[in-house]
């Protein structure tokens, strides 16, 4: 392959911004001032400008100086590319300090964060808040992401990790569902349509009370890509969903949603907000996380056990 052109050779930044502050002020003294140098600094920049286009750029008179017809040509187009790289910065920054953009799961984003993301907003309006949804996991180090909230145990290299909420999972469905099928004990879901039967929960779910449920993925039934899916598909009389309920802890409050039977079994796993550990002390993440952790200790739900309930932190409702 041909060799590639070597990089134009640029002239040192600092000359370059000493020779634009000069030019515009035709003065070298009050060039000086603006930059915070020496008179003799800014000739000093000058002079080394001057011998890397070999020729003079301006003409030294006793009380200012004069841009000579190559200065002339020079400094029009510095100006430009000064002024264009300071409105690229300054518009970074501020988007940096008033943008907070954050990646989630989408069963997340829709049914845990964005009902309360207005409560945020209105206790911080100088933020514009962005919300992406996405199954990989963001890279911070490529990606315009701040923080996200992610599903796992919380051992992610090089980010910190503050746990939202612990996670459990539990057959879920409509209230008229459960009356219809009388569902009372767990082995009367064997004989209740389930959703997504093929996804390992429920197998762990059904092995957690000892029961052997080997045929479940072999089911004639729906199976659904995302929990959101399947809980749409339950809220409609579909069946029975397996799912975390503080996810959704709105539609049982509301008692759109109920507990198919009385047995919930803990996930290893939870919710956490992530981010990276160099930019734990910025502002807008600081906020964000203290008002997602305040909102996660906010209430509690009752999660059904056999033979009764109890209580465990869960999101607010």
């Known amino acids: 392959m041909p060799a590639q052109p070597p990089p134009p050779k640029l002239p040192p930044l600092a000359a370059v911004r000493v020779f634009e502050a000069a030019a515009r002020h035709q003065n070298f003294t009050r060039a000086a001032e603006e930059l915070g140098m020496t008179q003799a600094a800014v000739s000093y920049q000058i002079r080394l400008l001057e011998d890397r286009v070999g020729a003079p750029l301006f003409v030294r008179q006793p009380r200012q100086v004069v841009l000579t017809a190559i200065g002339q040509r020079l400094a029009g187009p510095v100006a430009k590319a000064l002024a264009d790289i300071g409105t690229v910065f300054r518009n970074l920054c501020e988007e940096n300090q008033t943008v907070l953009t954050i990646s989630s799961l989408q069963t997340m984003a829709i049914n845990w964060l964005s009902p309360r993301l207005a409560q945020f907003q209105i ?10 949804t996405t ?3 963001v890279d911070f180090a490529t990606e315009s992401v701040d923080l996200a909230l992610r599903y796992g145990l919380g051992d992610w290299p090089g980010l910190v990790a503050d746990k ?3 996670c459990h999972f539990a057959p879920l469905c409509t209230p008229e569902l459960r009356e219809r099928l009388q569902l009372r004990e767990p082995a009367d879901l064997l004989r209740a349509p389930l959703l997504s039967p093929g996804d ?3 197998k762990i ?3 957690d009370i000892g029961i052997d449920a080997p045929k479940l993925g072999g089911r004639s039934t729906m199976a659904l890509q995302m929990q959101a899916m399947n809980i749409q598909a339950a809220l409609r009389g579909h069946g ?3 799912a975390v309920p503080e996810l959704f802890a709105y539609d049982i409050a509301a008692g759109r949603l109920v507990f198919a039977v ?3 079994v803990r996930d290893e796993r939870a919710y956490w907000i992530v981010y990276p550990r160099e930019r734990q002390r910025e502002r807008k993440i600081r906020l964000f996380r203290d008002w997602a952790l305040a909102e996660a200790r906010a209430a509690c739900m009752k999660l059904p056990v056999r033979g009764g309930s109890r209580d465990v932190t869960a999101p607010a409702v």
């Not at 911080?124 to 992406?132: K, L, S």
């Open 135 to 137: 199954e990989h996991l």
């Open 240 to 242: 029975v969903a397996m």
């Open 123 to 132: 206790e911080n309006p100088q933020f514009e808040v962005r919300v992406g």
């Open 164 to 166: 939202l909420f612990a």
């Open 200 to 202: 390992d929960f429920w």
């Open 205 to 207: 779910w059904f092995a």
């Open 262 to 264: 009385n047995h919930v």
